[in-house]
């Protein structure tokens, strides 16, 4: 699913925040991105997502090749591709159904199947009763499963969340996780950033430590192993 060889980037004002990774990440796994702040894991992030090119290395991501891509086929890989962040990026004027609707129109879906996968998706995090509120209206934890709905609507092989549930407090982050796991048993590969001692040490998966822009430690069914 994920394919990266001696990954490097360097920003234009000189900060080398990727020194040399390489990594693999198989289709349907769970992979906890860890390491203090200024890592390099929002980087490595947005390079998976084509936010960022790679300076130097190979990059490969659901059978797109990101060094080659050019600027008009990254539509291509969003596709494949769905995202959750820290700060939810909900449309504020439109509604938790247009919300969710937003990302199936612009893929051109018809309709009547926009309508079907909206109310699927609603029902999936738990909001269809929801469906006209607007986000100031819900509580952060709604709002982020309406991200969620949003970024799962297309399909996607991939989730990506950086830090979800770094707004929530505890039980909403657990009901997140809860939600996010059960995306992962159907089949979809996730990548999650998180500073969750708690959350990377109870449910247990591949944690994947950056520090300095390398990868320190790669361990299946990992800990944390930073202070929270
Ligand atoms: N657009 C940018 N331009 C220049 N430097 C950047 C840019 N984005 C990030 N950096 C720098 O790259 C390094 C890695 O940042 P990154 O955001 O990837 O870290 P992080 O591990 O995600 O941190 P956090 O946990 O705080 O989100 C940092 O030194 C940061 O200041």
Do not use: C
């Not at 004002?13 to 349907?28: P, W």
């Not at 200024?38 to 659901?62: N, R």
């Not at 770094?166 to 979809?188: H, R, V, Y």
Request: hydrophobic share 40%; no cysteine; net charge neutral.
């Amino acid at each position: 699913m994920i394919k990266m060889k001696d990954v490097k980037k360097t920003y234009p004002n000189g900060v080398q925040a990727l020194n040399g990774i390489t990594i693999d990440i198989d289709l349907g796994e769970f992979v906890y991105l860890v390491g203090q702040s200024g890592a390099g894991k929002s980087t490595f992030i947005k390079i998976i997502f084509g936010d960022e090119k790679a300076s130097a290395g190979d990059v490969k991501v659901a059978g797109h090749d990101l060094v080659n891509m050019k600027r008009k086929e990254i539509p291509m890989l969003r596709r494949d591709i769905g995202v959750v962040f820290q700060d939810f990026k909900l449309l504020p004027t439109m509604t938790v159904y247009e919300n969710v609707a937003f990302a199936l129109e612009v893929v051109e879906e018809t309709p009547k199947n926009i309508r079907k996968r909206v109310m699927e998706v609603l029902d999936q995090v738990g909001l269809k009763n929801k469906a006209r509120f607007i986000p100031d209206e819900l509580s952060g934890g709604e709002q982020q499963r309406v991200a969620i709905a949003r970024a799962i609507a297309n399909y996607p092989k991939l989730l990506i969340a950086d830090e979800p549930t770094g707004n929530l407090d505890p039980d909403t982050s657990w009901e997140i996780m809860k939600i996010l796991e059960e995306i992962n048993a159907a089949g979809t590969t996730i990548i999650m950033a998180t500073h969750s001692k708690e959350i990377v040490n109870t449910i247990k998966r591949r944690v994947i430590a950056i520090d300095g822009g390398i990868i320190v430690r790669d361990q299946h069914r990992g800990d944390y192993g930073y202070e929270s």
